[in-house]
């Protein structure tokens, strides 16, 4: 929520938004993952006063880690709207337009934001701008920049900053360490449960009524994205269908599963290998 003329004024400025209601009930199973997100992150800065009387300090920044597709710019918006925060997205590309090159957009940005009151903002694939340090340089002045937006970011109440990265293993040690980001979680591959409840959703929101077991079971290796795009893909398939034969056609499983067949899946052996790796050495809950 907007708390101030201000607050609006710079969010428009920036590109923030504020997200509708309820997307956090609309993520589709990831149990495990909400459930963490909810308990460790949401919470605290929902019930600010109640956490700190328990001596807990709300987090101020989160790292979301794992494969392309799994859903980490969806939780980060789905908190901004659980918390009723407005969102604001920082992109790099646009940073680096900034005059003085990225390392002063940097700046910029992060000291535009420290003049609003309550706000999610958002940095997806950080590693752009967060990579190791080889070498004195452009490099290493936007790592050490971003570190010091980092700090002044966490001194200040009702702020989250969240960031999301396909490769965790790529950033900067010194961007990780303790006292930077409080939580660096995993958002994963959907199990069948989650893979059944986003199903569930697809098929509801398109009326067919196929066999959901079958469906669960051919997409052992699709990510949300993966799942999203077959189901989207069937969609159209059905409405050019209605538009040349006037007629409207119920998809089948045969239908889905077709569409399953021309769909490469983001994942493989060893991208899910890589994940359970990355859990084991950078996972912080």
């Not at 509708?20 to 992150?41: H, N």
């Not at 701008?129 to 080889?134: D, G, H, M, T």
């Not at 239908?255 to 991208?271: E, F, G, H, Q």
Request: net charge negative; hydrophobic share 45%.
């Amino acid at each position: 929520e907007f708390t101030s003329p201000q607050s609006a004024s710079l969010l428009r400025e920036l590109g923030g938004l504020a997200l509708p209601a309820g997307l956090w009930d609309r993520v589709s199973g990831m149990k495990t993952e909400k459930a963490l997100i909810e308990r460790k992150v949401v919470l605290p800065l929902a019930r600010p006063a109640q956490a700190v009387a328990h001596g807990v300090a709300p987090p101020r920044a989160v790292m979301l880690f794992g494969p392309p597709g799994t859903g980490k710019t969806t939780f980060a918006r789905a908190v901004a709207s659980r918390l009723m925060w407005p969102f604001l997205e920082l992109f790099p590309s646009r940073l680096a337009s900034s005059e003085g090159g990225l390392a002063a957009g940097i700046n910029q940005a992060f000291s535009r934001i420290s003049d609003i009151d309550n706000v999610v903002v958002f940095i997806d694939e950080v590693e752009e701008v967060a990579a190791k340090r080889v070498a004195a340089g452009s490099s290493s002045a936007v790592v050490n920049e971003l570190l010091k937006a980092l700090v002044t970011f966490r001194e200040r109440d009702g702020r989250l900053l969240i960031c999301a990265t396909n490769s965790v293993s790529s950033l900067d040690p010194a961007f990780l360490r303790h006292g930077r980001f409080d939580y660096v979680l995993p958002i994963g591959p959907p199990d069948s449960e989650a893979r059944r409840a986003m199903w569930i959703d697809h098929l509801a929101t398109a009326g067919e009524d196929v066999d959901l077991e079958r469906l669960v079971s051919a997409s052992a290796d699709f990510t949300p994205a993966d799942i999203t795009h077959v189901a989207r893909t069937v969609a159209q398939q059905m409405f050019e269908h209605a538009v040349d034969t006037g007629a409207r056609r119920r998809a089948t499983e045969a239908d889905y599963v077709t569409a399953m067949t021309s769909v490469r899946p983001t994942l493989n052996k060893s991208s899910v290998d890589q994940f359970q790796h990355d859990i084991e050495t950078f996972a912080r809950a």
